[in-house]
């Protein structure tokens, strides 16, 4: 083996699913695998979940990735993102599709509530209006009335 011939590494390589994306440049991706209890032989599933290093954030939540051994880059990081598989589905709902009585529907209940926000307004103003009438009239009386009162006495 010569220096100008390039050397091949054999890396492991496993497909999973992106579980979370909310680090920067790093994904982790679980990879499911079933194998037989060995005393109880029933078939059981276990995952394991790895830290993948990602560059250009190409891949999100959801989607079925390809991922590959490599150099450690960081404490927890051994593996790289190789390709997207599939990207997760995402529901192709367009503005016009709505439908109308559901609009219509909204559209009432936001109506609805302002008149009653209005309504609990001005009934807030007339029992504040209704309280300052009130409070006139089993006020005391003023100075003149006081010398009247105490003079018919």
Do not use: F
Not at 43 to 71: F, M, N, Q, W
Not at 78 to 106: P, Q, Y
Not at 108 to 126: G, I, K, L, T, Y
Request: proline share 3%; charged share 35%.
């Amino acid at each position: 083996m010569t220096a100008s011939e390039p050397t091949t590494v054999n890396r492991k390589s496993r497909v999973g699913t992106v579980v979370s994306d909310k680090m920067e440049q790093t994904l982790v991706v679980a990879i499911g695998r079933t194998t037989r209890h060995p005393l109880y032989r029933k078939v059981i599933r276990r995952t394991k979940k790895y830290h993948v290093h990602d560059p250009e954030s190409r891949a999100t939540l959801g989607d079925l990735v390809r991922i590959e051994e490599c150099r450690p880059i960081s404490k927890t990081k051994r593996w790289r993102l190789v390709e997207v598989l599939t990207e997760r589905a995402v529901a192709e709902v367009a503005a016009e599709e709505i439908d109308s009585s559901l609009v219509e529907e909204m559209q009432r209940s936001a109506a609805h509530r302002e008149q009653e926000a209005a309504a609990a307004a001005e009934a807030a103003d007339e029992a504040g209006a209704a309280k300052a009438s009130a409070s006139e009239a089993t006020a005391e009386p003023t100075h003149d009335e006081a010398s009247t009162d105490e003079g018919e006495k």
